[in-house]
């Protein structure tokens, strides 16, 4: 399952293929739409929770609040279910649905008009990245690579060559970690990869009073 | 007893990552991580600060509680969640974390509300609470008068802050005196070395034209602050005991006055008081008084079930499943602003198969 893009999506992949997936774009509502897709995607496969034998999240980067919904899910499961979690960088699932042959870049929205942004060689390997940067400031750096994602699409100006898909479908992301498990590779832990340090933003109703 | 409902409940609104289990009105585990270190040195409680370290300790808090109750995640009856009020993306972590363990073991899952727990969490500490209860919650976060017909669906507000909340007005004071954040404690402990009468702070709200019910503290946070402002550019000294102190009992003077006339006001003779002020003890000193003097029953859970836990979710989410109301469904989302008089949130389909709750579909473990 993936939530660190505009996009809520769920997969389920038995080692081979996708057997089924959801992927619903609405970047409001991670929280309410993630585990109805949960429950359909597995009635799709006709298939229960706890015959999955491992999860995997997308870590980002992405906005904060729906990336989260994405893992601490999956990190409950993985506790309900005694399950282990594993955890795959969002744009390394991006870059593996676009299934390009040389390099090119994938960059999804950051808002504040930034975009999270990396570089890859060919669609399994990352070369830079990921980082979280204004379009205009690199730019120069991307010129005359295809950029993949959202975060592309949104500045043409910067990316002149924006290419599909703008969302990651987790299938791609089950994919990609299906084959490297079955490599014997290590994936990421299910940890945020935020980029950004919280805002010290102090609410409101904490600001200084007192008349000087 | 082994029939009572058996309810984890996870509390994630505002700095606390709670996670308690109670079985019926007994406490079982009452496991939280709090990030208020984090916070303090900005002075108040940072969203984005929260949010992370709910992600953090989310799943481990939750396998501390069922470690130190002694149970498994199977043998539950129920997952209680705050459902708000609360800040928006804190709650989202807890409200997700819910629905995923409650889907994962095909239990009932509760959304409820914060406020509701705050009262119903006294079940653990003095047993059930008698109906109706009149409530006085007091925290950083609310200040309100509340009457509980029953805790499960019918609880009604009575008066509010109509400005900061009365734990915000200590953490001010405890900010403009330099004694750091949380201010509640710090100005609690000296306050006992000061003098209450020393100076005359007003009493916000308690004119006879002024709404009864309701309370205003930010009008006292300013003339404290303007006091000791005074003070300092005078080049004097300011006396913080008796300044602590001072405030203090303007504060409580005010909670516990209007509290009580709102239980001779309704007939009510049960007056409970929750939230992370009801763990200050001039506040527990002044009910105490005030409520014998009247005729009333006081009873304010220990400082533990009072700032903000697991335990008092899975209280509610308890009463909940012994009095067969309905479950929330798994679209169930983080409401920050959720009414009180919303005790819980439940399923969109709920009232077709009552008790039934949405989340057990055939697709999941037969
Ligand atoms: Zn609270």
Redesign the interface.
Known sequence: MDTATPAVTVALHDGTRVVAESAQVDAR?H??L???A??RV??DA?????AVTDVVVGVGPGP??GL??G???????????SVPVHGLCTLDGLAYAAGLEGPFAVATDARRKEVYWARYQDARTRTEGPSVDRPADIAERLAGLPVVGAGAVLYPEAFPDARGPEHLAAGALAGLAAERLAAGEELLPPQ?L?LRR??????K??K????? | MADEPLVLGIETSCDETGVGIVRGTTLLADAVASSVDTHAR????????A??A??EA??PT??RALKEAGVS?RDLDGIAVTAGPGL??AL??G???A???A???NKPLYGVNHLASHICVDQLEHGPLPEPTMALLVSGGHSSLLLAPDITNDVRPLGATID??AG?AF??IA??LDLGFPGGPVIDRLAREGDPAAIAFPRGLTGSRDPAYDFSF?GL??SV??W??AKRAAGEEVPVRDVAASFQEAVVDVLTRKAVRACKDEGVDHLMIGGGVAANSRLRALARERCERAGIRLRVPRPKLCTDNGAMVAALGAEMVARNRPASD?????DSSLPVTETHVPGAHSHDHDHVHEVS?D????
């Open positions: 509502r929280g309410e993630l585990l109805p949960v429950d597995l009635a006709g298939v229960k929770l706890d904060y609040t989260r919904v893992l601490v899910t999956a990190a409950t499961f993985g506790s309900a279910l945020p935020y919280p805002d010290a933003q102090v609410p109703n904490y200084v009073v007192t008349p000087k | 900005f002075g108040g409680v940072v969203p984005e600060i949010s992370r709910h992600l989310m799943v939750i396998e995640g928006a993306g989202l972590v409200v997700s974390a629905k995923a363990y889907y994962a073991l900061d909340a915000e953490d001010k900010r403009v930010s946070k300013t602050a303007r000791i402002e798994l679209e169930l989302s983080a579909k697709n999941l473990y037969s």
